[in-house]
Each structure stands twice: as structure tokens, then as C-alpha cells.
């Protein structure tokens, strides 16, 4: 089975911290993705990476960073964090190749910031 | 601009009772289409991939359909274990892997 594993599952920072979200597969996935849910607007992309030290921005990239040293780690940076980035946190990772394969999701981080 | 749209966005049945999700999509060239659920605090779970029109997949209680606009979810004879909320994302040809979501869909069954 496929495990995505985030570092934390809840988390509170203060106005201002610098925030780290850590997430590792163990399925050797190309892929991998960070998504905020909050409600009301669903699954947002943040940003994703197709390969090691490589990375795209989503639909809402401000505000965030991220790195991909190993192929098996995905981290999520909130440079200066804001009380409107309390959500929850989730990382997917997936397998490319054609058919298209599914992501497989972690049990997400729900982050406070106040 | 890709389009999902997910309806209703709350459902409440009574065991036994079956219904359908519908998961209505506009993309430029569909690649594949996904449902997952989603249990309250905690990360979406994959359950079908539909590639094309016509397609249908099938897991217990659950059978998913596709057509060149929609989705479906045809829940028959849930269960109150089937309370979640069920999410469908869309990928389009020459956009990468990543995928568009929809709202989702929250379902509860009652006894």
C-alpha cells in the first residue's frame, strides 16, 4: 500500500513564524502535490513537483515555498505566516505514466495560525 | 478555464435509500476523471478513475459512470458508514498531473 505520511497533524504558529510542513511516500512517486482545503473552496493547489529540486506553482502560490532535495520528501514553507493560512494542509503524491495515475493523499495537517 | 462543478453540495438518505452524485465538468481535452472520499478530518481516499465516455467502475454500494459532460456516483442501499463527503477532480491533456478539484459533495446516511 501506498503511504503518504505528514509531519504533523495539528500544528499552531504565531503571526510572523516561519512554518515547515514536511511529507514523504514511500512508493517512489514522481509526483507530488500540496493542496489547503478549507470550506467552502475545496482542494486548492498550492504548488506540486514533477522531479527532484524541481517545482511548479498551483492556483495559490503566494505566500508559500517549497523544496524537493529527495525524491521521497516534499516540503511545504510558509516564509512569514498570516492568520488567513490557518487551514488544512494536505500532500498527495503520484506515479507518471500513461494511463493516468491516481494521487494518493496523506492524513493532512490542519494548521493554526493566530 | 477548466470547470468542475459538484452537485448537491449536501445530501442527507435514510438507509436503504439510493441517490446519485452528479459531478458536472468543462475541460479542455479530459484525461481522467476521479472520485474520492473524504471522512471529516482526514485526507481524501482514492475510488475510481473513469478515462473516457461510457466508462463505468464499480466498488460495493458505489458505481461510477462518465459521460462527455458529467459524472455520476449512484449510491444503492447505503449505509451510514457511506457518510463522507465524496470529491471529484478532472485532469485535462497538456496540463501536467495535477488535478482540479470540485467542491465535493457531503453525504450523511441516517439509521
Known amino acids: 500500500d501506498v503511504k503518504v505520511t505528514q509531519s504533523s497533524r495539528y500544528l499552531v504558529k504565531r503571526t510572523g513564524e516561519k512554518v515547515f510542513l514536511e511529507c514523504v511516500q514511500d512508493m517512489d512517486h514522481e509526483n507530488m502535490f500540496w493542496y489547503r482545503q478549507d470550506p467552502g473552496l475545496g482542494l486548492r493547489l498550492i504548488y506540486f513537483s514533477y522531479d527532484v529540486k524541481m517545482k511548479e506553482k498551483g492556483d495559490i502560490p503566494e505566500g508559500y515555498s517549497v523544496s524537493r532535495e529527495k525524491k521521497e520528501r516534499f516540503s511545504l514553507i510558509l516564509e512569514s505566516a498570516s492568520t488567513n493560512q490557518t487551514s488544512m494542509y494536505l500532500c498527495?503524491?503520484?506515479?507518471?505514466?500513461?494511463?493516468?495515475?491516481?494521487?494518493?493523499f496523506g492524513p493532512g495537517t490542519r494548521l493554526t495560525v493566530t | 478555464e477548466d470547470q468542475v462543478t459538484q452537485s448537491p453540495e449536501a445530501l442527507r438518505l435514510q438507509e436503504g435509500e439510493s441517490s446519485s452524485l452528479n459531478c458536472s465538468y468543462t475541460v479542455s481535452g479530459l484525461r481522467g476523471l476521479f472520485w474520492y472520499r473524504q471522512d471529516p478530518g482526514k485526507g481524501p481516499e482514492f475510488l475510481f478513475t473513469?478515462?473516457?465516455a461510457g466508462e463505468e467502475k464499480e466498488k460495493e454500494r458505489l458505481k461510477a459512470t462518465l459521460t462527455k459532460k458529467e459524472s455520476f456516483l449512484h449510491i444503492t442501499a447505503p449505509k451510514p458508514e457511506d457518510s463522507a463527503t465524496y470529491l471529484c477532480?478532472?485532469?485535462?491533456?497538456?496540463?501536467?498531473?495535477?488535478?482540479?478539484f470540485g467542491k465535493g459533495t457531503s453525504l450523511l446516511v441516517t439509521p
Open positions: 477532480a478532472v485532469q485535462a491533456k497538456n496540463s501536467g498531473y495535477a488535478l482540479n
Open positions: 498527495a503524491s503520484s506515479s507518471q505514466g500513461d494511463p493516468l495515475y491516481e494521487q494518493y
Open positions: 473513469l478515462y473516457s
